[in-house]
């Protein structure tokens, strides 16, 4: 079946959970999307994982137009989410409608996401405007992680907490479809997935969120840079590819590989017209 905001809009309210995975490329989309994933997010972590920066801040929009639209050519069913980049939506609403367009028609996402509360409400509110929808995502947002001095968790007081809080609010007012709850007790996650009606989606933030989120390449053990304590491993790809790629190194060297039924032929007689 095919995911749309409304079906997941209608998860929330059925008590479905939600999954979702983050995908950059067209093999990985096609294989999530053929397990039945409800969303893929081309996420700008896409910066780390993919292109091997220290965090999110130098990712362009060329970067995610290229990789969103690889995603979506792998996808029938889930809905794919293009992630807005550092820059691309803070400078104005123009920017944020412009860029937004972008990552729909040329990316061919389905919605976007873009980090921020009540700071980037004009932008949501102008977004929604232009027909698009959009995901937000408050908490750990990487995009502020010089402000935050790193990648940590977020309302953990009560003030920082009642303001991530209000933050939900204001995205579900300016119209934004769900919300990314990102680093956040779980606590403070099971009270705003109560406070507003538009589904959370968590990574870091317990299991009392409407859905939750994970960065694929964390959760099959294919990325070992940051290891954060909210990734569960559900297998070890990472090895099973370092292995694989030992054997192909040593049946190459021993011969082994590759042998004839891995080989083209061609007949004896055109073979002995060659001499
Ligand atoms: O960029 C990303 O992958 C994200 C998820 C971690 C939510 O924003």
Known sequence: MKNTVATFKQSKLKGEKLSMLTAYDYSMARLMDSSEINGILVGDSLGMVCLGYKD???VTMEDMIHHTKAVSRG???????GDMPFMSYQTSTYDAVKNAGRLIQEGTAE????EGGASVEEQIKAIVKAQIPVMGHIGLTPQSINIFGGFKVQGKDSSSARQIIDDAKKLEEAGAFSIVLE???AELASRITESVSIPTIGIGAGPGCDGQILVYQDMLGMFSDLKPKFVKNYANVGEIMINAFKNYIEEVKQGVFPQTVHSFSMSEGELNKLY
């Open 56 to 58: 999110t801040l130098s």
């Open 75 to 81: 996808v029938k069913n889930a809905l794919v989410v």
């Open 111 to 114: 919605a976007v996401k873009l």
């Open 183 to 185: 680093c956040v007790p």
